[in-house]
């Protein structure tokens, strides 16, 4: 056997086999995967617990002297009533919900309503007051929007497009209209250059409306609920 032949054996003999390839690639992948497990485990209840808190604190906010809240959800024939999840609930399998707001006195302040919507990027994650004797939305929060840097994220960060939803009347429905063109209390402004995003919110509102209104009547008739206690 000559040198080079000698030294091409050699070579040989020190590649590792496929099987032992297969095995190091396969659990450095079962190690990651393991270790993204773990993690995801880890921060999940985190993750919860920070969007329950960012959605109590939305809560009081888009309902003006809110200080405790109700749970409602529509039950078996279609009326709300106080949600109460059991042990086993799943989180995905929960009910969509309302939100019943009282002041220290136990009268009526509000329902907050959550809904989401497509807006020009994603989906754009909305809950907002709704004052449901003076037929108006009275509060706006934004929860999830990842809307253009500038344009579309102005649907939060524009304190005039904001103000739109203070006071603003759900009845015959929410209309969009060209920044300085509104006259009625049912118009919303929209944002020049971020039209799709203002519009996805009006939508969003009307939506939610539609879908949670006669629910809302109904509850505050039979509970004898028939005036917020800003009015009285």
């Known amino acids: 056997m000559s040198k080079e032949e000698k030294m091409i054996e050699e ?15 396969g659990f450095a992948g079962f190690m990651s995967g393991l270790i993204l497990v773990g993690v995801f485990l880890f921060t999940k209840p985190i993750i919860e ?23 409602l959800a529509l039950d078996n024939n279609g009326k709300l009533a106080e949600y109460n999840p059991s042990p086993e609930s799943k989180k995905g399998e929960e009910p969509e919900r309302i939100f019943f ?29 709704y004052d449901a004797v003076g037929k108006m939305v009275i509060g706006y929060e934004v929860l999830q929007c990842k809307e253009t840097p500038g344009l579309g994220d102005k649907i ?14 759900v009845e015959p429905e929410i209309v969009p209209v060209k920044k300085g063109e509104k ?3 049912n118009e919303v402004e929209a944002i020049t ?4 995003s203002s519009k996805a919110v009006v939508r969003l509102l009307n939506k939610n409306l539609t ?22």
């Open 101 to 129: 707001g009282m002041n220290d006195n136990g009268e009526f302040t509000g329902v907050a309503i959550h809904g989401g919507e497509p807006g020009f990027q994603d989906i754009i994650g909305v809950l907002f007051g």
């Open 193 to 196: 250059g971020a039209t799709i």
């Open 49 to 71: 617990n920070n969007k329950a808190e960012a959605l109590k604190k939305a809560i009081f906010k888009v309902l003006p002297g809110t200080t405790t809240f109700k749970t």
């Open 156 to 169: 939060f960060k524009d304190e005039a497009f904001v103000m739109n939803f203070t006071q603003l009347a």
């Open 183 to 185: 006259q009625n209390p």
């Open 11 to 25: 070579g040989a003999e020190k590649e590792p086999s496929s099987f032992r390839l297969i095995f190091t690639l």
């Open 211 to 232: 879908k949670w209104k006669t629910a809302i009547e109904a509850y505050l008739n039979e509970n004898q609920i028939s005036t917020p206690a800003k009015d009285e």
